[in-house]
């Protein structure tokens, strides 16, 4: 069965901390990797990532591809309070799996 | 300029009641999609439809059909409506066959509440 994996489901550090999200998959046709943003509205995105080992970044903000591992990593430094969020992985075949998110909190 | 749009917002309705709700992308893309979020935050995928022609379809009830009148399109329409079909649901966009780096393009959600 598809599925993708986050870890932790929840993170509370204070501003200005560096934090990385992780998120493993396991699909049968793998195609991408997505990263979204979710706060009180629509999920954001953030990135796609289809290349092993090329890291994309925006702003403070930046994600790797594993494939090896079938992993990936969002990491954001110097955290801000409007970095809280809830945090989604998704995998990408011929449909999107999404996993259940990381709930991350910024305490200031 | 919204690129995804869904209307209601928000849809308060009765048990037994039937309803739709409506989305639209102006993007230019080809394939649309439903996704029901629960409680905990966690999306599924209910349909794909790409240029009109329905690509994935996960196990969801019958009471459930999407429509598609044009690939700018994709309604989804809920009979017989139930206590359990209570939450938000997102209608999303992409461009499947460039593969470019656009990702999904997600609408702002229907909050759907039913009595």
């Known amino acids: 069965e598809d599925k993708v994996v986050q870890s932790p489901l929840s993170l509370v550090v204070h501003e200005g901390d560096t934090v990385t999200l992780n998120c493993s998959y396991e699909?049968?046709?793998?195609?991408?990797l997505l990263w979204y943003k979710q706060e009180k509205k629509a999920p954001t995105f953030l990135f796609m990532l289809?290349?092993?080992?090329i890291e994309k970044k925006s702003g403070r903000l930046s994600s790797i591809l594993d494939k090896k591992e079938l992993s990936s990593i969002l990491n954001i430094t110097a955290t801000q309070t409007g970095d809280s969020a809830i945090y989604l992985c998704?995998?990408?075949?011929?449909?999107?799996?999404f996993g259940k998110g990381t709930r991350l909190h910024i305490l200031p | 300029d919204t690129a995804v749009s869904q209307t209601p917002k928000y849809l308060v309705t009765q048990m037994g009641n039937d309803k739709s709700i409506k989305c639209e992308q102006n993007l230019g893309h080809d394939t649309m999609y439903w996704y029901k979020q629960d409680s905990k935050k966690f999306l599924k995928i209910m349909f794909s439809?790409?240029?009109?022609?329905?690509?994935i379809n996960e196990t969801v009830p019958n009471r459930f059909s999407p429509k598609s009148p044009d690939k700018a399109h994709l309604n989804l329409h809920i009979n017989s409506l139930e206590l359990g079909d209570s939450a938000v649901y997102f209608c999303?966009?992409?461009?499947?066959?460039?593969?470019?780096?656009?990702?999904?393009?997600f609408g702002s959600g229907t909050r759907l509440t039913v009595v």
């Open positions: 699909v049968t046709n793998f195609r991408s």
């Open positions: 999303a966009s992409s461009q499947v066959s460039l593969g470019a780096d656009y990702g999904y393009t």
């Open positions: 439809y790409n240029n009109k022609e329905l690509i």
């Open positions: 289809t290349s092993s080992g």
């Open positions: 998704a995998a990408l075949d011929d449909k999107i799996i």
